[in-house]
T-cell receptor, first 116, second 110 residues
C-alpha cells in the first residue's frame, strides 16, 4: 500500500531534549516536505527536499533541521525543542512534476508533539 | 500563489450534494486550483485539481468559472464521512509548496 509513515505519532518531551521525528514513503517520490499545523495559523511549511541531499527552507524553518540521505526518508530534527514548537506535524511527499503529472501530495498521519 | 477565499463553514444533509465555493480572483494563467480535505487532524488528502476545464473523478467534481476567478467543489452525494475541512489552493505549476488557508469546515448532517 502506497503510504507515508511518521513516527512517533505522539510525543511529550521537555525543553532542550533533542528529538527526531521520522518520515518514510514507499512511493519512490523525489519531493518531500514537512509542515506544522497550529490553531488559527493553518499548515505552514518547515522544510522541503527536491531529492537526495537537496533540502531547502520553507516558511518557518527556525529551530528545525532536516536531512535527506536516502530517497525514502526525510527526518525532522529538533536539536533543542522549546514550548513554541508544540504542534501537529505532517510529512508529505510527491513525485516531481512532468508534463503528464500533477502535484498530488501524499501526507502522513501526523505527529502530535508537546514540549513542556 | 494567488490568495483564495472560502466560507468558514457550511453544512448539508447526508445524501445531498455539497457545493463548496472558492474565490481566487487574483489567480494567474498558470496557476492550478487544487482541493484537499482534512478529516479531524488526519493528514490532508488530495481530492481534485483543475486549470480551466471542469473536472470529475471518483470523489468529486470541480467547476471553474470561465474567467477562472472562482470555482466550486461538488460532492454529489455527501456522506457522514465527508465531514472535514476542505481547502482550496491556487498553485503554480512550477511550485510544490501548498499554501493552506483556513478552509471550509463542512458538516454533513444525518
Amino acid at each position: 500500500e502506497a503510504q507515508v509513515t511518521q513516527n512517533p505519532r505522539y510525543l511529550i518531551t521537555v525543553t532542550g531534549k533533542k528529538l527526531t521525528v521520522t518520515c518514510s514513503q514507499n512511493m519512490n517520490h523525489e519531493y518531500m516536505s514537512w509542515y506544522r499545523q497550529d490553531p488559527g495559523l493553518g499548515l505552514r511549511q518547515i522544510y522541503y527536499s527536491m531529492n537526495v541531499e537537496v533540502t531547502d527552507k520553507g516558511d518557518v524553518p527556525e529551530g528545525y533541521k532536516v536531512s535527506r540521505k536516502e530517497k525514502r526518508n526525510f527526518p525532522l530534527i529538533l536539536e533543542s525543542p522549546s514550548p513554541n514548537q508544540t504542534s501537529l506535524y505532517f510529512c508529505a511527499s510527491s513525485q516531481l512534476r512532468t508534463v503528464s503529472s500533477y502535484n498530488e501530495q501524499f501526507f502522513g498521519p501526523g505527529t502530535r508533539l508537546t514540549v513542556l | 500563489d494567488a490568495k483564495t477565499t472560502q466560507p468558514p463553514s457550511m453544512d448539508c444533509a447526508e445524501g445531498r450534494a455539497a457545493n463548496l465555493p472558492c474565490n481566487h480572483s487574483t489567480i494567474s494563467g498558470n496557476e492550478y486550483v487544487y482541493w484537499y480535505r482534512q478529516i479531524h487532524s488526519q493528514g490532508p488528502q488530495y481530492i481534485i485539481h483543475g486549470l480551466k476545464n471542469n473536472e470529475t473523478n471518483e470523489m468529486a467534481s470541480l467547476i471553474i468559472t470561465e474567467d477562472r476567478k472562482s470555482s466550486t467543489l461538488i460532492l454529489p452525494h455527501a456522506t457522514l464521512r465527508d465531514t472535514a475541512v476542505y481547502y482550496c489552493i491556487a498553485e503554480m505549476d512550477s511550485s510544490y509548496k501548498l499554501i493552506f488557508g483556513s478552509g471550509t469546515r463542512l458538516l454533513v448532517r444525518p
